[in-house]
């Protein structure tokens, strides 16, 4: 078992080590350390304690990339095996359950850690700052490949549970957003709960909640990292979010390797797409699918993508029931006016709109380049930026679900209209759109450039983008500040900054436009 | 699979005669080069295809099939040469050639959660076809191919030879002039190849020019009229298939199977008119005759044995496999 484990461990270590990528990001990642570590020093004057402030940036920085990473690098360990159909070659090579899952993540998990541990030294840096102890620097590392455990372990499982990469981030993502939101939303029912009598305040339900939020609370890396980070910390390195995520990810693990076999037990036909959920819509809709017309590729992305009509129907009657949810327990269990519920419902549709385009545009050209059709449109006599426009336009309905409900919170929000209103005329209400253009943008952009974590990697670039226009925005402010005051409009500024972030979207569209030539001809 | 004659009455829609008449070749190729880093994939290849021919390309792998195949239906740009399909040139006319010709690639490359028809209906209409002209040409595909009683099912679920079958219907259905296939019969089992050379030969019985890569000569023998053969990217022959051997300087030669033996029969045979060479084949009653190039007469050859009174039992010709031909042209190795 352990001479396949090792091969295996072997060969993936010697294949990251032979890659450029992998020291570029290495390098990028020093640079990003090394441009915290500016950054606070460039504050300094202003800010107390910079090693805290170094120490804190740092931290947080981890576990955003962490997060990352659980979505992406630990969810496909296993997937990428199914989706190239070795996987029933490594099982003929003898190895069992044991050795692929421990082959498989562990040479994932030593490469993640190793990026941890380069960056241990530079952090330790925040001592000789000032503001920070050992221990609380040790802890948070601890702290840190705890959580890193729990995701390679986590993203394992669904690695073996699902067919295709991109579900098994979708259900890693799930699993976090679950971890991070346990013990607020369990505070949440309780409070709904006892505020509309169906439970007893200090009863033994009420109780239970309680000491459940606690403990998903206590096992959460966001709180252990606001408690190390807080000034006096004294407590063990090893705390109980460690003791956690560790058992947390045991059973992960464990469920992984007894459902290794009910999930990969054709390895093959894992991959083959005729089972899965999304197909059993489609299949549903086959009866009722129009034929294509005058814009062929937009109806095949909206059918074979967005999923089609009944996949809308469903999301639809979804957002209605959450809406619905929002409006009914709003009122009734917290005491928040109907105005306030629609502000809610607006905030969250606009989060599923969000979520559901930078999901269509990380699979639109990867799908296509995956399975090796991109030729095929290449081919037809039809221009690439007219392909490229029709796949988005394709993807474009699947959204109206969310935006009618969308609407319908911000007629029941008295400012919603107002603030919909702000979305065409206010520059400063373009900027988000524009971000949120530029980020679906560079989502397209990569998902032709990597082969997973086109997503992940997009939101690491606009994080990154973040940070690095905090450190080096000082101009920007400045020219914006200049604008207001001179032209007295206040959107001056941001008029501005849109202009640059769309030239941006500009030019990276043009470089979409090259990659998916570039993908056809390979 | 359909028979020929099942298949006869099917013809493709709309306009599936090609003036050849009025036509260029159908592919000319021009030194044409191609690189990637400090690799050539193609150097300095010149070829014809002639309209309506059925032309092998052949070279073992990694020969530059696949890149000269890309250049010429125009996924990738010339680095240098020339190429013209029906006169256009690639590069100039690019949305032009792509109307005119079929692309099938190496790999499967379907959309495999759309039905057989499904698929055939979107490049139909990615190729602007009205819907009624779209039935029309997918029924007549799907008999062609013989898949219509499969036309409702997912692709994901056709083997690999149906997949290869409606790949091959889907380049047929914008009804291109010129087919331009890779290696379309890699991974078929040989019944699934002896179907797709009779569909190709149907094809070209419909006046389209086939240009089909393979790294098996001897795959294309009986099907082609033409035939390139490249190896690591240089054009080592271009011309008839019948013509191939003469290329490679190997003398016709025949088998000849004698009653008894005859004394100096050996040298006998080697006097006679346009006979090269003459071997005894393993010690019995069986010679192998090579004749010159310029006089081959088998007449006279057997007239010279019965006048010796040598009882003829068997006559064969004896074809140098084209394997034989395809190594010494390609034994070039890397480069």
């Known amino acids: ?522 | 699979m359909s028979t020929m004659s099942e298949i006869a009455p099917t013809k493709i829609a709309p306009t599936s005669t090609v003036d050849r008449g009025a036509e260029a070749a159908a592919v000319e190729v021009r030194n044409l080069s191609q690189s990637f880093g400090e690799r050539w994939a193609v150097r300095n290849a010149t070829f014809n295809v002639e309209a309506g021919a059925l032309h092998g390309f052949v070279g073992p792998n990694g020969a530059g099939k696949t890149t000269s195949l890309k250049l010429i239906c125009t996924l990738l740009e010339p680095q240098a040469g020339t190429i013209r399909v029906f006169g256009q040139d690639v590069v100039l006319h690019q949305q032009e050639v792509r109307r005119r010709i079929g692309f099938m690639p190496d790999h499967f490359s379907m959309y495999r959660r759309m039905s057989v028809f499904e698929y055939l209906d979107f490049f139909g209409a990615a190729y602007g076809l009205a819907t009624a002209q779209r039935d029309r040409v997918i029924k007549d595909v799907l008999a062609l191919v013989d898949m219509h009683s499969r036309r409702n099912d997912l692709i994901a679920g056709l083997s690999r030879g149906m997949q290869q079958r409606v790949s091959l219907a889907r380049v047929l259905v914008s009804d291109p002039d010129l087919l331009l296939l890779d290696e379309p019969a890699s991974g078929l089992d040989p019944r699934a190849r002896i179907e797709l050379m009779e569909i190709l030969k149907e094809l070209k019985g419909m006046g389209k020019t086939i240009f089909i890569s393979s790294h098996i000569l001897s795959e294309l023998a009986d099907l082609c009229d033409s035939v390139t053969i490249i190896d690591v990217g240089r054009i080592k022959y271009s011309g008839s298939m019948s013509a191939l051997l003469a290329h490679t300087h190997e003398h016709p030669t025949y088998r000849l199977g004698v009653g008894a033996e005859f004394p100096d029969l050996e040298q006998r045979l080697g006097e006679l008119k346009g006979v090269m060479r003459v071997e005894r084949v393993d010690g019995r009653a069986e010679f192998r005759v090579s004749f010159d190039w310029t006089v081959i007469d088998t007449n006279a050859l057997l007239r010279g044995v019965l006048d010796m009174g040598v009882a003829v039992v068997s006559f064969t010709e004896e074809r140098r496999h084209l394997n034989e031909a395809f190594m010494d042209l390609t034994q070039g190795g890397l480069e």
């Open chain 1, 1 to 522: 078992m352990f001479t396949g484990t090792l091969a295996l461990l072997h060969r993936a270590l010697r294949l990251d080590a032979r890659l450029l990528r992998t020291h570029l990001f290495r390098v990028g990642f020093a640079g990003l350390v090394y441009a915290s570590l500016i950054y606070t020093w460039g504050t300094s004057a202003l800010l107390g304690a910079p090693g805290l402030k170094l120490f804190e940036t740092m931290t947080y920085l981890n576990l955003v990339l962490i997060s990352l990473a659980g979505i992406s690098f630990f969810a496909t360990a296993i997937t990428e095996e199914k989706e190239e159909d070795t996987l029933g070659l490594l099982k003929l090579a003898g190895l069992n359950p044991l050795g692929i899952l421990l082959g498989k993540s562990t040479s994932r998990l030593v490469g993640a850690i190793l990026l941890l541990l380069v960056q241990f030294p530079f952090t330790l840096l925040a001592i000789t700052l000032g503001g920070v102890t050992l221990l609380q620097v040790l802890a948070a590392y601890c702290s840190l490949a705890a959580y890193m455990v729990l995701l390679a372990n986590v993203g394992l499982f669904f690695s073996i549970a699902c067919r295709r990469g991109g579900a098994a981030s979708a259900s890693t993502l799930l699993f976090m957003i679950l971890y991070f939101l346990a013990a607020p939303g369990l505070l949440t029912i309780r409070l709904g709960l006892v505020n509309g009598g169906v439970i007893v305040k200090s009863g033994v339900v009420d109780r239970f909640f309680e000491d459940s939020a606690e403990l998903c609370r206590s096992g959460s890396i966001w709180n252990r990292i606001e408690t190390i980070t807080q000034t006096g910390f004294g407590e063990s390195p090893i705390g109980t979010q460690v003791l956690f995520s560790l058992v947390i990810a045991g059973l992960f693990f464990l469920l992984a390797w007894v459902s290794f076999h009910h999930f990969t037990r054709d390895a093959r036909g894992a991959a083959k797409p005729k089972a899965d959920f999304s197909s059993r819509f489609i299949a549903l809709g086959r009866k009722y699918r129009s034929r294509p017309r005058t814009r062929p590729l937009a109806w095949k992305e909206f059918h074979f993508v967005t999923g089609g009509m009944p996949v809308q129907i469903a999301k639809f009657v979804f957002y209605g029931m959450l809406a619905g949810l929002v409006f009914w327990a709003s009122e009734r269990y917290y005491g928040y006016t109907l105005a306030q519920a629609g502000q809610v419902v607006a905030i969250m549709m606009l989060v599923a709109i969000t979520i559901e385009s930078s999901m269509y545009a990380s699979v639109i050209f990867h799908d296509e380049w995956r399975d090796r059709t991109l030729p095929l449109l290449t081919m037809m006599p039809i221009r690439p930026t007219t392909i490229i426009t029709s796949k988005i336009a394709g993807c474009g309905p699947a959204l109206v679900p969310a935006l009618l409900w969308l609407g319908v919170g911000c007629v029941i929000w008295p400012q919603g209209l107002t603030e919909l209103g702000n979305a065409l005329i206010l520059p400063s209400r373009w900027f988000v759109l524009l971000v949120a253009l530029l980020f679906l943008t560079l989502t397209m952009f990569f998902s032709m450039v990597v082969r997973w974590g086109a997503l992940p990697l997009a939101i690491a670039v606009m994080a990154l983008g973040v940070i690095v226009s905090g450190c080096c925005g000082s101009p920007v402010f400045g020219m914006m500040a200049v604008v207001n005051r001179e032209t007295g409009f206040q959107e001056g500024g941001f008029f501005l900054v849109d202009l640059v972030i769309l030239t941006l979207i500009v030019g990276l569209q043009f470089d979409v436009r090259r990659r998916f030539e570039i993908a056809s001809s390979q």
